[in-house]
């Protein structure tokens, strides 16, 4: 199974919070939504793996969107925003969505990543943003 049939679910949570900073600042591109989601990337991934890193300084709409994304991100795992240390489990709801394991959210992130490479590539600079706007009201 793809990680669109398995995780529809996260994947339009994370592009949910991608559309409201879009519908915020039209002037959006794809280049800066992708600088965002590769910095997640990198930060769950290496979570994933028991490893810390830093994460690399991004600014301007990138940083705007990585943070929205975060957000949603840190609700998908089970974790307050403002949890520090994480929350250890990863079956607790919260309000109706089901957690999911680091692993899976990197799965969704590098899907959303191939995503943007994609429509990019077919529809120019905002390809990828107003392809996923058609589907998140």
């Known amino acids: 199974m793809s990680v669109e049939e398995e995780h529809l679910d996260v994947l339009q949570n994370l592009e949910f919070a991608i559309v409201e900073i ?12 992708l600088t965002a989601i590769e910095s997640l990337i990198r930060i769950y991934g290496a979570e994933a793996q028991g490893k810390s890193i830093r994460s690399r300084s991004i600014r301007g709409l990138s940083q705007s969107v990585a943070e929205m994304v975060q957000l949603m991100c840190e609700l998908r795992l089970g974790r307050s925003p403002t949890d ?9 709801p919260i309000g ?40 998140i009201p």
């Open 22 to 33: 879009y519908k915020k600042t039209p002037d959006l591109i794809d280049a800066e939504v």
């Open 96 to 135: 109706d969505l089901p957690t999911i394991s680091l692993e899976i959210l990197v799965a969704c992130l590098r899907r959303i990543q191939s995503s943007i490479n994609f429509w990019t590539k077919k529809n120019g600079r905002q390809g990828y943003l107003n392809y996923i706007q058609k589907f």
């Open 84 to 92: 520090d240390p994480p929350i250890e489990s990863t079956d607790r």
